[in-house]
């Protein structure tokens, strides 16, 4: 078997949670990592450990001029970037309508716009190279919105939607792009939710959904040390997936998803393709079996 050869990563969210097990996997197994959080004082044990191999980086993912410098800093440290892991994320629990703008629109400056400023500054590595993977931190909340995650499964939502055009446009030139959807996982990302006003019209919906995620075992989340050996099991893949759910409980709910969209899918199919007949077609009740 021919040796790995090792990777240079750089990873955004790298101070906790699966972008901290990220980094230590990688490191773990020789590979370079440049570990971007706003906060790095946590990654110093790491860097010291592992030496030049890890070097933390301050920057903020929201700050495009930070993400360009820490990029910057990547290929001067390490000459080229073979994996980007555009983790970092936050999250906003509440009903839709409980969500001040503030509050909307800073979920989406860090999960959505965040993403873009850490593609923005990447991607002209990467096209240079002709190579390189870029993973895309999701959820299963990329697929699937409970009562009380509006806002962050719309952040989710739109980072899948636009990794999907993203990969059509990134294959001709040799990088790969996976999805990572994580199911709960065992980090700071709870503690750390905002939460938004409360409304007592949403109590049986909103705070139930809020109350049962409280009551949860510790064994109902995963570590995210699996999560980051599934993550490297992808990236060292011939053939990546484009989406990778981790943990039993992302792959159910997303296969319930889609079973129930195709179900609705079909049972409208008859009023739905009616609209295309170009015959004029009476749409009504009577079109659906």
């Known amino acids: ?6 990777s240079t990563w750089l990873v955004t969210g790298a101070s906790s949670g699966i972008g901290l097990a990220l980094t ?3 490191a773990a197994r020789g590979d370079s990592v440049l570990a971007v959080a706003r906060d790095v004082s946590g990654l110093r044990p790491l860097a010291d450990e592992h030496g030049p191999r890890v070097l933390p980086v301050a920057a903020d993912v929201r ?3 930070e993400v360009d410098a820490a990029v910057s800093w990547a290929v001067e440290a390490f000459g080229r970037i073979d994996v980007v892991a555009n983790n970092a994320g936050y999250g906003l629990f509440g009903a839709v309508e409980e969500s001040t703008d503030e ?10 716009f965040g ?8 991607l002209p590595v990467l096209r240079a190279q002709r190579s390189g993977h870029v993973l895309q931190g999701s959820s299963y909340y ?7 995650v509006g806002l962050t499964s719309a952040t989710k939502y739109a980072v899948e939607g636009l990794t999907d055009a993203l990969a059509g446009e990134l294959e001709p030139l040799g990088i790969r792009v996976t999805l990572v959807e994580p199911g709960p996982t065992a980090t700071a990302f709870g503690a750390n939710l905002d939460v938004a006003g409360t409304l007592a019209d949403y109590d049986p919906t909103v705070r139930e959904v809020q109350k049962a995620i409280g009551e949860l075992p510790p064994s109902a989340f995963d570590s995210p040390e699996r999560v980051a050996a599934a993550v490297l099991a992808a990236v ?11 943990g039993s409980t992302a792959v159910r709910e997303i296969r319930t998803a889609l079973q129930g969209r195709l179900a609705e899918l079909d049972a ?19 079109t659906v079996s």
């Open 24 to 26: 230590r996997a990688a």
């Open 268 to 286: 409208w199919a008859a009023t739905s393709e009616a609209v295309g007949t170009g015959a004029g077609a009476r749409v009504d009740a009577a």
């Open 142 to 148: 990329g697929q699937v919105a409970h009562p009380g």
């Open 103 to 112: 509050q909307a629109r800073a979920v989406f400056d860090t999960n959505v």
């Open 63 to 65: 700050r495009q001029d």
């Open 1 to 6: 078997m021919t040796p790995r050869t090792p």
């Open 115 to 122: 993403v873009l400023n850490v593609l923005r500054a990447t």
């Open 236 to 246: 060292d893949a011939d053939r990546p997936p484009l989406r990778l759910a981790t």
